[in-house]
């Protein structure tokens, strides 16, 4: 008797678990509304697009571009679409560090410095993050603290060419100080 009770309740249960097959990308969607159904402005829900047709974040675009701008040395323009994708994804640390250097090399130190507190909260303690504060520092002509961080960024990431290359250009700053 009750294996004949359990066994109706589960045929009912899943009797509402049937599929029409149009769907066939596999994708559930439970908060798609049916085709008949209209919005609050009237018109239908057909053609909206939901969370699964979205190819990107609206900040990479503007971080692929941005990183475009900065290998052709248009470091402004670079500036300005990091600093957009900020504003899109503010959680997002690649952005602050590519603001950061692209203020280091328009020499605004002051939004360097603060684009670089915003990100060492995001990325933490790591080689790039060292790597490019200590460039920063080499930029300014603060030796000493460009070597510490350039040293820093060596002990996390004893391999990296970034850094090596980066020791030896502040060595070689060391020995062409004119005075």
């Not at 769907?23 to 159904?37: L, M, Q």
């Not at 959680?91 to 590519?98: L, P, R, T, V």
């Amino acid at each position: 008797m009750r294996l004949a009770a359990a066994a109706s309740v589960l045929v009912v249960v899943l009797s509402g678990c049937q599929t029409n097959g149009a769907d066939t990308t596999g994708v559930v969607r439970t908060n798609e509304p049916a085709k008949a159904e209209s919005t609050a402005f009237g018109d239908a829900f057909d053609g909206l697009n939901t969370v699964g047709d979205v190819e990107y974040y609206a900040s990479d675009q503007a971080v692929a571009e941005a990183k475009n701008q900065f290998r052709a040395e248009n470091y402004g323009n670079a500036g300005a679409l990091f600093y957009k994708a900020t504003q899109l994804a503010p959680n997002d640390g690649g952005a602050w560090m590519g603001l950061a250097a692209c203020s280091d090399r328009i020499h605004r130190f002051d939004l360097a410095d603060k684009a670089y507190r915003q990100a060492f909260r995001l990325v933490g303690a790591t080689p790039e993050y060292y790597n490019n504060v200590g460039y920063s520092y080499l930029l300014r002509g603060k030796l000493q603290d460009a070597r510490s961080n350039f040293l820093r960024a060596y002990e996390l990431a004893p391999n990296d060419p970034t850094v090596a290359n980066n020791l030896q250009l502040l060595s070689s700053s060391v020995k062409n100080l004119e005075r």
